[in-house]
């Protein structure tokens, strides 16, 4: 049952996007690039939740040398993934950027400003 509940936690928000509809290149892209962001967030979970494991188990097993080589391996190979997923969301957010090609959908939210100071 827990799996279940934890499958649909991670697949609810790609349900709720299969009620738009893709009329041309722009919404596919679109619901592409949303996907896309959704994919590299689970990523990013699953390194931090691998790396968190196994610092766990490292700890836990400290008497054991076998034990703490292979938990230290994957601490180590876990930092590792979370860079390289980290580096490739940066290089692809670095591209957008440089070539403009920024999605419709920016925070256009007013920020809270200070009023500028006027000296008499």
Known sequence: ????????????????MAQ????DATSLTIKLANLGNQLIGLLIA???????????????????PENRKAHREGVLWGIVGLVIILSIWGI???IRNTFNTGSNTADT????????????
């Open 1 to 16: 049952m827990k799996k279940i509940i934890a499958v649909l936690a991670v697949l609810v928000p790609s349900v709720t």
């Open 20 to 23: 738009t509809t893709i009329i």
């Open 46 to 64: 699953v390194a931090v939740i691998f790396i968190i494991w196994h610092a766990v188990m490292f700890i836990l097993k400290a008497s054991d």
């Open 92 to 94: 692809v957010a670095l």
């Open 109 to 120: 939210r007013n920020f809270p400003t200070v009023p500028p100071i006027q000296l008499n």
